[in-house]
């Protein structure tokens, strides 16, 4: 058959697509700005006929129809894989619940230990070969794909077609269902401003970056922050590996600061499983040779990320203890995010030749009852998730400073976090850590 007869044959309208959703389902559904949006309409007009369809993906970006308009729970429940704002709140009502991930491994899970009946997932327009690309998000869907009965496309005249890598693209003869979803626009993710505490922490670590090193940024105030301090510098010939590709890497490359010529993969291209930013991160990546797209397992990997040299991981955390453990993902027993590849990279920057690996933080936070807390705690909050082990952090970063502690005896790590804890929380500290008898006497 024809690819185009082909085409034609599978197009149908979003409610016919999602007919093919049945109760008990698992349905592989969003990631990022790869939001099908149509299809989320349909499967919310289907609620009456469906019960306990559970619905996965992550870092979603904009409001899911079918469970705000299920509020019982009756129909569909969400399973995140890392929550971003939107899903916190649904936690916090019990309409969502988290499924806990070493972000490298998700391709496996969607192979070996997933169900997964249903992939309705966003794409761009299929080329003259029948392929339709992932656009902004790459991460586990060709394995997701593989293992699913149905799959269903919503087509984004939109969405940026990007350059492999490899599982970057699936083949109509894979589709069941194709729905034309027009120009939908992409859900954008603004960077939040930097504050002075941010830009502090980032001039810390900008400090340890050297010409040629390849860069890992989360999202965030910080990561926003480096990355226009990176831009504005006089580093030369930077490379771009990450899980994430954000509006800063842009800015980096207008600065002319990224070649990747000195990367040992990927030599002069970005490598990266998913994108998340403005309009002007989807613009640049649109066609783009220097985008090099790739399933998370690739990206992520420690065993891969570690064969480039200088690799440079920056991540953020909510509280770390006198031992060296760091909590990225809750507030005590409440989700915050996920674990996502935080572990990846910690691990892959340390075992990169020349490599670091920085967990930065702001020394306090206030709640809401405008009490100011140390973020370096004597003993985690009651509750809190290990995102990296004590045996695993290497330097540690707040606006006070930043300290290696690989190697570190206990009362030598108690010393040096309490050095870059805020002033006014410091002898509470000392006094903590003799009670836990990891203070030394000098």
């Not at 149908?12 to 093919?20: G, R």
């Not at 019960?51 to 409001?63: Q, S, T, Y």
């Not at 910690?346 to 030749?353: F, I, L, P």
């Not at 805020?422 to 030394?440: M, V």
Request: charged share 25%; net charge negative.
């Amino acid at each position: 058959m024809k690819i185009m007869d082909e085409y034609r044959k599978k197009c149908v309208s979003a409610d016919e697509a999602v007919k093919a959703i049945k109760s008990g389902d698992w349905v592989e559904f969003a990631w990022g700005a790869s939001f099908p949006g149509l299809l989320g309409e349909a499967i919310d007009r289907r609620k009456e006929e469906l019960h306990d369809v559970n619905m996965r993906g992550g870092v979603i970006l904009k409001p899911l129809p079918f469970i705000e308009n299920d509020p019982a729970g009756e129909h569909f429940t969400w399973n995140s894989m890392h929550m971003g704002g939107y899903e916190r709140k649904l936690a916090q009502k019990g309409f969502a619940y988290y499924i806990p991930i070493k972000y490298s491994e998700v391709p496996r899970y969607m192979r070996e230990n997933c169900r997964t009946d249903v992939v309705a997932i966003q794409v761009a327009p299929m080329d003259a070969y029948g392929y339709f690309n992932f656009g902004v998000t790459i991460s586990h869907y060709a394995a997701a794909i593989e293992k699913a009965h149905t799959v269903i496309v919503e087509v984004n005249e939109d969405m940026p077609k990007v350059h492999g890598g490899y599982e970057h693209t699936v083949h109509i003869s894979k589709v069941d269902y194709i729905v034309e979803g027009g120009h939908r626009g992409l859900p954008v993710l603004p960077s939040a401003a930097p504050s002075e505490i941010d830009k502090k922490i980032a001039d810390h670590v900008l400090s340890e970056i050297r010409d040629g090193s390849c860069i890992q940024l989360g999202i965030g105030g910080m990561p926003n922050a480096l990355g226009k301090m990176i831009a504005e510098s006089d580093l030369k010939d930077l490379g771009v590996h990450t899980e994430m590709l954000v509006d800063g890497f842009v800015d980096m490359v207008e600065a002319g600061r990224v070649t990747g010529m000195c990367k040992n993969l990927d030599r002069g291209r970005m490598a990266y499983s998913f994108a998340a930013g403005t309009q002007k991160l989807y613009d640049f990546m649109q066609d783009n040779p220097a985008v090099a797209a790739y399933p998370v397992d690739y990206t992520n990997h420690p065993f891969i990320s570690s064969k480039i040299d200088q690799l440079i991981s920056i991540n953020s955390a909510v509280e770390i203890d006198l031992a060296g453990q760091v909590c990225s993902e809750s507030a005590g027993p409440n989700i915050i995010s996920g674990s996502g590849g935080q572990l990846d990279f910690v691990e892959g920057a340390y075992n990169s030749k020349g490599g670091k690996s920085f967990i930065c933080l702001p020394s306090t936070f206030t709640d809401k009852a405008g009490k100011v807390h140390s973020r370096i705690k004597a003993m985690m909050t009651l509750g809190s998730v290990i995102t990296d082990t004590r045996a695993g952090v290497q330097f540690v970063v707040t606006e006070y400073g930043k300290v290696n502690l690989k190697g570190m005896s206990s009362w030598q790590r108690a010393e040096a976090l309490i050095s870059i804890a805020h002033p006014d929380f410091q002898e509470a500290l000392i006094a903590e850590a003799k009670e836990l008898k990891i203070w030394r006497r000098k």
